[in-house]
């Protein structure tokens, strides 16, 4: 059994039935790369399995992938990981904000713990003619799929849907965004579920990016660039969410906006005694560093263009919120 770190106790039961009397499991896994405990797996799968199987625990503590100087930069979290002595030396840089699209190497991955980063900065690739792959469509489906909601664009009919989508200008979209978010979040605390904030709030800023940036004055412009973005297969730089980059491997790996990791959601738990979701995010950021075999850099968002694209998305509310229109056989706004 590989990937021992992500079972759930569910899978261990399933284990337990499928080992013939007699029988023996061997799971290979690492507890520094558990990180999927928002959809289920135990935080101490491996130690569970070694008590009910009654298992032996060998340790694995050589990296073959990472220079040495990514293995030194992560040994505070992973004390015991050690790089083979022919491993290259390598680098670990901090860039902060002191990089243009330019300067990004090609064949290299940018990681960020949260997506509405990575789709700001797809926009500065494009618009610097420099197209990138973005390592996640199905988080793509699921904002072309919310943002059809929220235009009322849920028809059998592609012609009732697209008139729907015309029909939204972009400070309309804003304003269902915002509500969206808003009930979302509610329902979120309502039923204890505070977890599901961060990834509500990213899918609602993710949103937020493409309408400030899109060209187009309605839903449907929205919802092309949208697609395109998520859709292009071709490209040198490859950008990917913390938790999509599980399992790859690139030479140069780009840390982007590492302050949003730890999140706020696990920090908050810490603070109230519960360590649980702060061990998943601190592992969480040793995986995005050990994804670099070469070179891991530490950059940080143009802090300008931020403020920039905070004021367009004043602007937006400011200049349609009058717009927008309580009747709803005029504008349909789908919460789903």
């Known amino acids: 059994m590989d990937e021992a770190q992500d079972l759930s106790v569910l899978n261990h039961h399933m284990l337990a039935r499928m080992i013939a009397p007699g029988g023996r499991l061997i799971a290979v896994g690492d507890r520094f790369q558990s990180i999927y405990a928002f959809r289920g797996a135990s935080l101490t799968s491996m130690d569970l399995l070694a008590g009910r199987f009654k298992m032996k625990t060998m340790t694995l503590s050589t990296t073959f992938r990472c220079c040495k ?17 022919w491993a290259i030396e390598g680098h670990v840089t901090n860039l902060g904000t002191d990089w243009e699209v330019s300067d990004i190497l090609p064949g290299s991955a940018i990681i960020c713990r949260n997506n509405k980063p990575l789709i700001k900065l797809a926009y500065r690739f494009l618009k610097a003619g420099k197209p990138v792959v973005i390592n996640g469509g199905d988080f793509g489906e699921v904002l072309i799929k919310l943002l059809k909601k929220m235009a009322g664009a849920t028809s059998s009919s592609e012609k009732k849907n697209e008139t729907r989508l015309v ?14 978010e808003t009930k979302e979040i509610s329902d979120a605390r309502a039923k204890r579920k505070d977890y599901r904030i961060g990834s509500i709030e990213d899918k609602a800023g993710s949103l937020r990016v493409c309408v400030e940036l899109c060209k187009g004055t309605n839903a449907l412009e929205v919802l092309q660039e949208l697609t395109q973005i998520f859709g292009n297969k071709v490209g040198t730089v490859i950008l990917s969410s913390g938790h999509k980059s599980k399992g790859l491997e690139w030479e140069t790996v780009y840390h982007l906006d590492s302050h949003l990791c730890p999140s706020r959601y696990a920090l908050r738990k810490a603070e109230a005694g519960d360590n649980g979701a702060l061990e998943q995010e601190l592992n969480l950021r040793y995986v995005i560093s050990t994804r670099a075999k070469a070179r891991l850099l530490y950059i940080d968002s143009d802090r300008e263009g931020e403020k920039e694209l905070d004021s367009r998305e004043d602007n937006i509310h400011n200049m349609d919120a009058g717009n927008c229109s309580s009747n709803p056989n005029e504008l349909e706004v789908n919460h789903g």
Do not use: F
């Not at 990514?70 to 979290?77: A, F």
């Not at 029909?167 to 269902?176: D, E, F, K, P, S």
């Open 69 to 85: 100087a990514v293995v030194e930069h992560v040994k505070d979290r992973v004390p015991h990981i050690q790089a083979p002595s």
């Open 167 to 180: 029909g939204m200008n972009i400070g309309q979209l804003m304003h269902a965004i915002d509500e969206w």
